[in-house]
């Protein structure tokens, strides 16, 4: 089973709002990343967590926050979003961090209004 | 510094010809990772291939095959009889072996492929 999953596969917020963006796998792999994708472009790292423990923050803004509660779960909490964060939010994972990423789950459509 | 180049933008064939989609890399690591994905509009990121840089034979899998040549840096993939389902963004990935370089796939701009019936 080489299978990552994403939820919501959609998401419409408000700059105001709170939400969270949620990423499994259960491959053992253990390390896990988040990606961003802007229409026409390639995917952007954003985070690498290896051994649930973050070890790559591509200078990302604050108003996104990673969060690996277990070896299985990656999580995306998203505050305070901009318009210009709209964006193809991609998970992905692999066996280790030597691979970049191997596995993509379907990602999260996210639009902020 | 890594870096992937797809000097092909857009292509478009019409449907049972071959296609070849080019891929030149650049890294100083001895030894990487090089993928191909498939990204059709439903936007998910399809794992092709990964090919160690150590292994240098060619792959077939069905109507894809790659071509990985270490002495010119290229990676590229051929599609036989190519069908309208083969109509999608493909990227073409690298990975190196250090925590910096390795920890994170470097992407070309990607190509995008039509097949027309």
């Known amino acids: 089973d080489t299978e990552v999953t994403q939820t919501p596969k959609h998401l419409v917020m408000g700059m105001t709002n709170k939400k969270s963006l949620k990423c499994e796998q259960h491959?053992?792999?253990?390390?896990m990343y988040w990606y961003k994708q802007k229409a026409k472009k390639p995917p952007e790292l954003m985070f690498v967590y290896s051994y649930e423990k973050l070890s790559i923050n591509e200078s990302v803004p604050s108003r996104f926050s990673p969060e690996c509660p277990n070896s299985s779960l990656l999580n995306l909490h998203l505050h305070a979003l901009q318009p210009e964060d709209s964006a193809l939010y991609l998970c992905a994972s692999s066996l280790a961090t030597g691979r970049g990423g191997e596995y993509f789950g379907p990602g999260t459509r996210l639009t902020v209004t | 510094a890594q870096k992937v180049t797809q000097a092909q933008t857009e292509i478009s064939v019409v449907e049972k010809e071959d296609v070849t989609l080019d891929c030149v890399y650049e890294t100083r690591d001895t030894t990487y990772y090089l993928f191909w994905y498939k990204q059709p509009p439903s936007g998910e990121l399809v794992f092709l291939i990964r090919?160690?840089?150590?292994?240098?034979q060619n792959e077939i899998s069905g109507r894809y095959s790659w071509n990985f040549q270490k002495s010119t840096s290229s990676f590229n993939f051929t599609i036989t009889a190519s069908q309208v389902v083969d109509s999608a963004v493909y990227f073409c990935a690298l990975s190196g072996q250090y925590e910096t370089s390795g920890s994170r796939l470097t992407f070309g701009e990607g190509t995008q492929l039509t097949v027309n019936p």
């Open positions: 491959m053992g792999h253990r390390a």
């Open positions: 090919r160690n840089s150590f292994d240098e």
